[in-house]
């Protein structure tokens, strides 16, 4: 398993709301996450992610698309895939609140 090497980490003001726009990269050099977090009660800890989230699996593929809302909660489309790309499920949140679940198999058909 190829282990994160190095984060990079870009702060920005916004009505008075401190965010930090996230990366990690694995040892190979390849984005391991992307995304834009706010800390909680005022500590820095960066866990509440803010809008788009996105992994990535150490061969460069997608893993993962999560949207949350500015409170942190999911809320939208969340898609995983599997390390050769191919979708294998999405779930549809709304304030946290899972509302949907589909699973796919490798053709990207819905499995019932």
Not at 71 to 98: P, Q, R
Not at 103 to 112: G, P, Q
């Amino acid at each position: 398993m190829t282990e994160k090497l190095k984060t990079e980490v870009e702060f920005e003001v916004r009505k008075g709301r401190t965010f930090a726009r996230i990366k990690d990269f694995y040892e190979n050099g390849n984005l391991a996450r992307e995304g834009v977090y706010t800390n909680g009660h005022g500590e820095w800890n960066w866990e509440i992610a803010i809008g788009t989230v996105k992994r990535y699996f150490a061969n460069g593929n997608l893993k993962s698309v999560e949207r949350y809302d500015e409170a942190g909660s999911l809320d939208g489309e969340s898609l995983f895939y599997n390390d050769k790309g191919m979708i294998t499920s999405k779930l549809v949140y709304s304030k946290d609140k899972k509302i949907l679940e589909e699973f796919y198999d490798k053709d990207k058909s819905r499995l019932k």
